[in-house]
């Protein structure tokens, strides 16, 4: 304690016998301090006042809220486009049946509901139409394409608004449907968007049958910024699907993704089997899957309807992706599809970049559909 007196007592004077030795020093500082100090001022002082102008652009882009017009325009422009083989059909189909027709006649409707049902909108959904059109009691030419129109965006605008997000993530999305109507590439282009939007995404690669099915869904994922679990080939998919909802828990995850198998001939009938993977979702989380997502592929018309009856009857699906309008001459799938099904047409897929998987628009649908070339 005495050393540490001691100690504390010589300190002081060193201080005060250093004090004044040091003021030469502090007059040799200032030279050197303008030029030290200057800088670290601005180099603090910048960042912050910056930090506003760079979150301010935001204020500027509220106007940059304009390109919102031109980025429909080109969507707008893309799809009318892309639904040139189904436009052409249609328009020919007109232009042959009232080309020289002052006046429409039973015989005229008739004609017109058969060329509807070639282009895929059905025959129950063509009945209809024409009975709107008759009973709106037109006789002129124009009137009747018009009225057509407007039944048509009726028709398609009449669904229920898509699922709700859930109230807490992770956002369970489960996606079905048959081999070959494009659901791996949904799914990157879905991940994709997710990620686009800030979300972090999670995919569970449960098709664990098919060969190079994971492999497709990693390439995706690679793409998209999206992580991805996958087991052995031949693995139990409803294990698959359960051990990707407890990672995206346990990782606070904002979306999931799961890819189920689309075999409809095998040994293990298909429907029981992605029965099985929704239960095994639920088991883990109560209330996922928030959403089963059907994807069915255009270009193979009313059978795409019969495929929506048997997966809704089996799992319920929320929601409809429909791909490869841009491949087929009867686009009014569409309309059959909107027509037959209380389910809402979320997306549609236009061609083969991400941007080409767009949320479904009726309003622009029906003016890409009917526009004149």
């Not at 601005?42 to 031109?70: D, F």
């Amino acid at each position: 304690m005495r050393w540490f007196g001691r100690k504390k007592d010589s300190t002081p004077p060193e201080k005060t016998d250093s004090t004044p030795a040091p003021e030469p020093a502090v007059d040799s500082l200032p030279p050197e301090a303008p030029p030290v100090a200057p800088p670290p001022e601005p180099a603090a002082v910048s960042p912050q006042p910056e930090l506003p102008p760079a979150e301010a652009p935001a204020a500027p882009e509220a106007p940059a809220a304009e390109p919102e017009p031109e980025r429909r325009g080109r969507y707008f422009s893309r799809l009318r486009q892309r639904l040139a083989k189904t436009r052409q059909s249609l328009a020919e189909g007109f232009g042959r049946i009232l080309t020289g027709k002052k006046k429409i006649d039973a015989a005229t409707l008739e004609q017109i509901e058969e060329m509807l049902i070639t282009a895929d909108v059905g025959v129950q959904t063509a009945t209809d139409l024409i009975a709107r059109v008759t009973a709106a009691k037109v006789d002129d030419v124009d009137a009747l394409q018009e009225v057509l129109r407007t039944e048509v965006l009726a028709i398609l605008s009449a669904q229920p608004p898509p699922p709700r997000l859930a109230a807490t993530p992770p956002r369970v999305i489960m996606v079905v449907g048959v081999n070959g109507v494009g659901k791996t590439t949904t799914i990157g282009k879905l991940a994709a968007r997710f990620t686009a939007e800030g979300r972090s995404v999670l995919i569970a690669a449960a098709d664990t049958f098919r060969a190079a099915a994971a492999d497709q869904l990693a390439i995706w994922a690679e793409r998209a910024g999206a992580g991805i679990i996958r087991h052995k080939d031949g693995t139990d998919p409803a294990a698959v699907a359960y051990d990707t909802v407890e990672a995206a828990l346990a990782r606070r995850v904002d979306v999931v993704i799961v890819d189920t198998a689309g075999r409809l001939h095998t040994k293990i009938n298909l429907m029981e089997e992605i029965k099985k993977v929704k239960r095994s979702i639920a088991k883990r989380l109560p209330e996922a899957p928030h959403e089963v997502l059907l994807v069915l592929d255009a270009t193979t018309g009313q059978n795409a309807v019969s495929q929506a009856k048997l997966f809704n009857e089996a799992l319920g699906v929320t929601g409809i992706a429909l791909t490869k309008l841009d491949g087929t001459a009867k686009g009014g799938i569409v309309i059959a599809i909107c027509q037959a099904f209380d389910i809402p047409l979320q997306y549609i897929g236009i061609g083969e970049s991400i941007e080409d998987l767009q949320d479904f628009d009726p309003g622009q649908f029906v003016e890409a559909l009917f526009s004149k070339a």
